[in-house]
C-alpha cells in the first residue's frame, strides 16, 4: 500500500482576494515542509517553483529567510523531489532505525535528513530511504526505479533484508522474562526495535574484514572506498550511492590501492578473499549462500578459512548475513557483559577462543535459539555513543563522541 501524497489547497479567502485584485505578476512560494519528531513525509506542491523578480513585484516584502543548517536544508530540498512513501509490516517499535542501522551490523547506510529522520543504503540494486510516517509505520522510499528496480521489489527485498518476518516483540518478551539484566537494557532503549539484519553475504564478509582492530569512523571510510567500486545509483543528501560490487569485481582491485586509501594490512585480507572465494566451486555467492543451511560449527570453521577471518568475524558474518541467529559474538562489550551478569567466574580473565566459545554457550543456555539478537541488545546496550543517539534533542542534534566497533582491539 502506497501512501498517497496530497497537495495543499490554498485558503477560500485567499483565493477570492486574489480574485477581486488587478492582475499582476506575483512572486510563488512553495510552503515549507512541517517539521516532525521523527521522521514524516512532506508532499510537495502540484505546481513548479517560479520566482518573479523583486523588481517586476513592487511593493512585496518576502519574509527574511531563515537559517538552517546543512542537514535541515539537505532534508528541506529532498522533500520537494520524493516520491511515494510505501510502508512496510514493521512499526516503529518493531524496527528503531538509530538502534537498528548505525551500531555496528552494517557501515553502508548514511543518514541523510535529520528532522525527519532518515537513512539511506542500496539494498541490492535499489537505492531507498528508510523513515517513519506519522502513524508509526515504518516506510521506504525508492529514489531509483527503473526496469531493474521496482517499488515491489523493494518491498521484498527490504522485507528480507529487515528480517521483518522475526516477531521481535515476542522476543524481547522471552528475552526479559529470561533475564533482569536484559529488562532494565530493554527499557532504557526504549522497549524495542533493535533488529538483526540479514545481509548480503558477501557484502557482510567484505563490510567485517574491515572491521579488526578498528573504529567505527574508519571502518565506514574503508567500506565506502569498496561499494564505491560497484555500480553507481545515484545520490542523496549529498552521499552518491553504489550497489555493492561483485566478488569478481574486487579480485580485479590492487593490495597497493586499497593501501593506498588507507586499509594498512586489511588489504591484503580483502584482495585474498576476493580471490578465494572466486576460486570456490559454483562461484563465492552460491557457496556462502550455503552456508544458512549448514550448522553454526561447520559455518564458523568454513568462514575461518578465508583470509583475515577468524572466530569473531566469522560469527559476526553467520548472524547477520547467514540465518545463525544463534551465533553470539564476543568481543570486550559482549564479555563484560558475561562476566558481570551470566559467568561471573570468568572475572578477570582475558578473551580467548576457548572461553568465548563458553561464553557463546551461556548466551545461548540463557536465551536460546535467537540468542545471538539478544546479544546483539545487551551489545548495544554497552554503548556509551549509543545512549546519545537515542536521545537527540528537539533539533535532531547530537553531541559527537568516538565510538569503538564490537571487538576493537580483540582477535578477529
Given at each position: 500500500m502506497?501512501?498517497?501524497l496530497?497537495p495543499?489547497?490554498?485558503?477560500?479567502?485567499?483565493?477570492?482576494?486574489?480574485a477581486?485584485m488587478?492582475p499582476?505578476r506575483r512572486?510563488?512560494?512553495r510552503?515549507l515542509?512541517?517539521?516532525?519528531?521523527l521522521?514524516?513525509s512532506?508532499?510537495?506542491?502540484?505546481?513548479?517553483?517560479?520566482d518573479i523578480?523583486?523588481?517586476?513585484?513592487?511593493?512585496?516584502?518576502?519574509?527574511?529567510?531563515r537559517?538552517?543548517l546543512?542537514?535541515?536544508?539537505?532534508?528541506?530540498?529532498?522533500a520537494?523531489?520524493?516520491?511515494?512513501?510505501?510502508?512496510?509490516?514493521?512499526s516503529?517499535?518493531?524496527l528503531?532505525l538509530?538502534?537498528?542501522l548505525p551500531?555496528?551490523?552494517?557501515?553502508?547506510w548514511?543518514?541523510?535528513?535529520?528532522s525527519?529522520?532518515r537513512?539511506?543504503a542500496?539494498?541490492?540494486?535499489?537505492?531507498?530511504?528508510?523513515?517513519?510516517?506519522?502513524?508509526g509505520?515504518?516506510?521506504?522510499?525508492l529514489?531509483n526505479?527503473?526496469?531493474?528496480?521496482?517499488?515491489?521489489?523493494?518491498?521484498?527485498?527490504?522485507c528480507?533484508y529487515?528480517?521483518?518476518?522475526?516477531?521481535?516483540?515476542?522476543?524481547?518478551?522471552?528475552f526479559?522474562?529470561?533475564d533482569?539484566?536484559?529488562?532494565e537494557?530493554?527499557a532504557g532503549?526504549g522497549?524495542g526495535?533493535?533488529?538483526?539484519l540479514r545481509q548480503d553475504?558477501?557484502?557482510?564478509?567484505f563490510?567485517f574484514?574491515?572491521?579488526?582492530?578498528n573504529?567505527?569512523?574508519?571502518?565506514?571510510k574503508?567500506?565506502?572506498?569498496?561499494?564505491?567500486?560497484?555500480?553507481?545509483?545515484g545520490?542523496?543528501?549529498?552521499?552518491?550511492?553504489h550497489?555493492?560490487?561483485?566478488?569478481?569485481?574486487?579480485?580485479?582491485?590492487?593490495e597497493?590501492?586499497?593501501?593506498?586509501?588507507?586499509?594498512g594490512?586489511?588489504a591484503?585480507?580483502?584482495?585474498?578473499t576476493?580471490?578465494?572465494?572466486?576460486?570456490k566451486?559454483?562461484?563465492?555467492?552460491?557457496?556462502?549462500a550455503?552456508?544458512r543451511?549448514?550448522?553454526?560449527?561447520e559455518?564458523?570453521?568454513?568462514?575461518?578459512?578465508?583470509?583475515?577471518v577468524?572466530?569473531k568475524?566469522?560469527?559476526?558474518v553467520?548472524l547477520?548475513?547467514?540465518?545463525?541467529?544463534?551465533?553470539?559474538?564476543?568481543?570486550?562489550?559482549?564479555?563484560?557483559?558475561?562476566?558481570?551478569?551470566?559467568?561471573?567466574?570468568?572475572?578477570?580473565?582475558?578473551?580467548?577462543?576457548?572461553l568465548?566459545?563458553?561464553?557463546?554457550?551461556a548466551?545461548?543456555?540463557?536465551?536460546g535459539?535467537?540468542?545471538g539478537?539478544?546479544?546483539?541488545?545487551?551489545?548495544?546496550?554497552?554503548?556509551?555513543?549509543?545512549k546519545?543517539?537515542?536521545?537527540?534533542?528537539?533539533n535532531?542534534?547530537?553531541?559527537s563522541?568516538k565510538?569503538?566497533?564490537?571487538?576493537?582491539?580483540?582477535?578477529?
Open positions: 502506497r501512501v498517497p496530497v495543499r489547497s490554498p485558503p477560500l479567502a485567499a483565493a477570492a482576494a486574489a477581486a488587478p499582476r512572486r510563488v512560494r510552503p515542509p512541517p517539521t516532525a519528531p521522521c514524516a512532506t508532499p510537495p506542491p502540484s505546481t513548479p517553483s517560479v523578480p523583486k523588481s517586476e513585484a513592487p511593493g512585496h516584502r518576502p519574509p527574511p529567510a537559517r538552517r546543512p542537514l535541515a536544508a539537505a532534508a528541506a530540498a529532498a520537494e523531489a520524493e516520491g511515494e512513501w510505501n510502508p512496510l509490516p514493521l516503529a517499535t518493531d528503531s538509530p538502534l537498528t551500531t555496528g551490523q552494517t557501515f553502508l548514511r543518514r541523510t535528513s535529520v525527519p529522520l537513512f539511506t542500496a539494498v541490492g540494486p535499489h537505492l531507498v530511504s528508510l523513515s517513519c510516517l506519522p502513524d509505520r515504518v516506510a521506504f522510499l529514489h526505479e527503473s526496469p531493474t528496480s521496482s517499488v515491489p521489489d523493494a518491498h521484498a527485498a527490504l528480507d529487515l528480517n521483518a518476518a522475526v516477531p521481535l516483540a515476542d522476543l524481547w518478551r522471552q526479559a522474562a529470561a533482569a539484566r536484559f529488562a537494557v530493554a532503549l522497549g526495535g533493535a533488529r538483526v553475504p558477501v557484502e557482510c564478509v563490510q574484514l574491515c572491521s579488526s582492530n573504529n567505527i569512523a574508519r571502518i565506514e574503508m567500506v565506502w572506498k569498496l561499494a564505491g567500486y560497484g555500480e553507481r545509483l545520490e542523496v543528501g549529498g552521499f552518491v550511492f550497489r555493492f560490487p561483485t566478488i569478481d569485481r574486487l579480485a580485479r582491485v590492487s597497493q590501492e586499497l593501501r593506498e586509501a588507507g586499509f594490512y586489511r591484503k585480507y580483502v584482495v585474498g576476493a580471490r578465494e572465494l572466486q576460486a566451486p559454483g562461484g563465492g555467492e552460491k557457496w556462502l550455503s552456508m543451511t549448514r550448522e553454526l560449527p559455518v564458523i570453521e568454513a568462514l575461518c578459512t578465508l583470509p583475515g577468524g572466530p568475524v566469522a560469527a559476526c553467520a547477520f548475513s547467514l540465518d545463525q541467529n544463534h551465533a553470539v559474538p564476543v568481543d570486550t562489550h559482549v564479555w563484560k557483559v558475561a562476566t558481570q551478569y551470566l559467568m561471573p567466574e570468568l572475572a578477570g580473565k582475558s578473551i580467548t577462543t576457548k568465548s566459545v563458553a561464553v557463546a554457550d548466551f545461548v543456555t540463557k536465551f535459539s535467537y540468542a539478537w539478544a546479544q546483539n541488545v545487551l551489545f548495544i546496550g554497552q554503548l556509551s555513543a549509543q546519545l543517539m537515542v536521545s537527540e534533542d528537539s535532531g542534534t547530537t553531541k563522541t565510538r569503538k566497533h564490537r571487538g576493537n582491539n580483540v582477535d578477529t
